[in-house]
């Protein structure tokens, strides 16, 4: 082309400082601010922070990734890039656990016939894994074990199967293991595994989500993760092998939420960490970190589980953005117990459609360059950097493990997020929002247990799950009393059925007129008055008062609280919801007290 295009042709340029008057003036429709708000402050008024504190602004400009490091070039340390200079497809990697080994291998078979490329075994008795890969080709589909305490036996059986040329990885993780059980790790197992296995079949993988699943944040999982690395390359070393050949030997597992930019970041960062460990080894241009990104199980929900499939969705596209070389997605069912073959098939097709129709693995690192993406890295580095320093001045990852370091850290992060999951400031959709008490969900096998003596492991939805598992099957109603014309009520009278629905409570709306009975609907020691602030002002505290003497225990008010006489409480964007429906069931009888 002879004269260079310009994308906001006919357009004046903006500024920062335009952004935030334009900005500011919305904020002070909406009440946000007023007049004495000064434009710098939009920031704060629009941004908000991560758990590990990091500062997420509301707009990034080029002055924000001035002073970062440079990210390098795809291939290269400190490869943030992705660890290929070529763009490929990721690895699809189905995870199976099913004990049935006929049905294992049958699911096995499918997968890898219908778009998987690599299988992930995980808690596969290792008797079983001949009958398991029973017609699989060795020497095209890696297999990655994950066996916890009899990984040395399965190992011995893998490698024991017909075929010089079987590719995968033997899954020790003695640290991870101690991590989900309590159980000390032996970290000697890798060595001994090392003078077993061929040189093209890696020993360990670091997993990672151990920690995520307690609770953790995106920079203790990277810590941990880093600190667990860094075990594993100690006991490689002591059992004779070079830094070079260690770090041949180790896959990393991390956990792919739904939140994009944040597993984007957490997946560019883990490289950049472990590539100034490579450096520190003295072998920088091995530091290319292998990357197993798993869409998050914390985030999956029993309840409402079609919407799993719009999460899963999201993290395998940040996982595949962010350079995973291998993604696994959990099927939809995961939470509801061992998937069928319809949901293994979307799961493997979500990658698929991704890679195939989407065509986001055509290029490397596209996230690459945001001025958004770039400075989270960074800081997410800057973050789980610390997280792993703390952890090497404890004594290295086992005395973290054993002292009680990890568990105090992910807990007291486990805490702050189940508070805001409470007050859905992190709204779960179909669970703690929008909840359809018609659903009718999935039956499946119930799933193995998942071994437990070590660090928790929660789901963000537990608590809204468990009060909707008490609620089921009853017909105790709370009664939304509305004030006022239609146009004036219903936006706060679907917001209280909204919350209550949350915790499986039916609700029926009852008009109030004034004088006489207000509580004409079925019988319930529980109402909500909802209507506008000028009919609260009117006829809230005369519309508690009758509803108290026509015996209703407790009434709460749709809005911000205002101290009306015979109100108990009030709803509002933001307050307790899980104190709320908890208080609700006890008050219904759902609960004993």
């Known amino acids: ?52 504190g990091i500062a997420v602004a509301p707009l990034y400009t080029a002055a924000d990734a001035a002073g970062l490091p440079a990210a390098g070039w795809p291939g290269q340390a400190p490869f943030i890039r992705g660890g290929s200079a070529q763009p490929r497809p990721w690895d699809v990697r189905q995870r199976h656990a099913d004990p049935d080994a006929k049905a294992t291998r049958e699911a096995i078979l499918a997968d890898l016939e219908n778009g998987a490329t690599s299988i992930w075994l995980d808690g596969i008795a290792p008797g079983s894994i001949p009958d398991v890969l029973d017609g699989v080709y060795l020497d095209l589909a890696p297999v990655v074990l994950d066996c916890g305490a009899a990984t040395e036996d399965a190992a011995r059986v893998f490698l024991g199967l017909p075929g010089d040329d079987k590719r995968g990885n033997l899954g020790a993780d003695p640290l991870g293991w101690q991590a989900k059980t309590g159980e000390p790790a032996d970290l000697g197992m890798l060595g001994r595994l090392a003078k077993q296995a061929p040189r093209h079949v890696p020993v360990a993988t670091v997993d990672a989500t151990p920690y995520h699943e307690a609770g953790g944040s995106d920079a203790e999982e990277l810590g941990f993760a880093a600190a667990t690395g860094v075990a594993y390359l100690r006991a490689f070393v002591d059992a004779g092998m070079s830094a070079g050949m260690a770090l041949r030997q180790l896959e990393f597992r991390y956990a792919a939420g739904q939140d994009q930019f944040a597993t984007i970041a957490k997946l560019r960062a883990a490289r950049r960490i472990w590539s100034r ?3 520190v080894c003295d072998v920088p241009h091995l530091g290319a970190q292998v990357q197993h990104a798993v869409t998050s199980a914390a985030m999956m929900t029993a309840r409402d589980p079609w919407v799993n499939l719009l999460r899963t969705t999201v993290a395998c596209f940040a996982a595949g953005v962010g350079g995973a070389d291998a993604v696994t997605v959990l099927p939809f069912d995961a939470r509801l117990g061992l998937p069928d073959g319809f949901a293994r098939r979307i799961a493997r097709n979500t990658s698929t459609l991704l890679v195939e129709e989407a065509h986001v693995a055509r290029v490397l690192d596209p996230a690459g360059g945001s001025w958004f993406v770039e400075s989270l890295t960074d800081a997410l580095a800057h973050a789980a950097w610390d997280v792993f320093v703390e952890v090497e001045r404890a004594g290295g990852m086992g005395a973290a493990l054993g002292g009680g370091l990890v568990a105090d850290r992910v807990a007291a992060t486990w805490q702050r997020r189940a508070d805001r999951i409470a007050h859905r400031l992190d709204p779960i959709t179909g669970v703690s929002e929008f909840a359809s008490l018609e659903e009718r969900r999935p039956v499946r096998s119930p799933a193995p247990q998942a071994p437990s003596g070590g660090l928790p492991r929660h789901r963000y939805a537990e608590a809204f799950e468990s ?86 225990k407790t009434v709460w008010l749709a809005g911000k609280p205002a101290g009306y006489e015979h109100v108990d409480d009030y709803l509002y964007t933001g307050c307790d919801a899980l104190a709320v429906l908890r208080r609700t069931h006890l008050d219904l009888g759902l609960v004993a007290p």
């Not at 400082?17 to 000064?38: M, N």
């Not at 099957?473 to 949350?502: E, I, K």
């Open 1 to 52: 082309m002879s004269e260079a295009v310009r994308l906001g042709a006919d357009f004046a340029d903006g500024d920062l400082e335009q952004w935030q008057r334009l900005a500011l003036a919305v904020l002070r429709k909406t009440g946000a601010a007023d007049d004495g708000t000064p434009p710098e402050a939009v920031a704060e008024l629009l941004g908000s922070a991560t758990y590990d």
């Open 277 to 279: 460990i490579a450096t």
């Open 467 to 552: 009060l909707r598992d008490a609620a089921d099957g009853s017909d105790q109603v709370v009664s939304l009393v509305t004030l006022g014309p239609v146009a004036a009520h219903t936006a706060r009278a679907s917001f209280a059925a909204n919350l209550f629905a949350a915790g499986g409570i039916r609700t029926t709306v009852v008009d109030s007129g004034r004088g006489g009975a207000v509580h004409n609907g079925p019988s319930t020691t529980v109402a909500c008055i909802c209507g506008s602030d000028r009919s609260y002002a009117e006829e809230a505290e005369d519309t508690a008062r009758r509803l108290k003497a026509e015996g209703v």
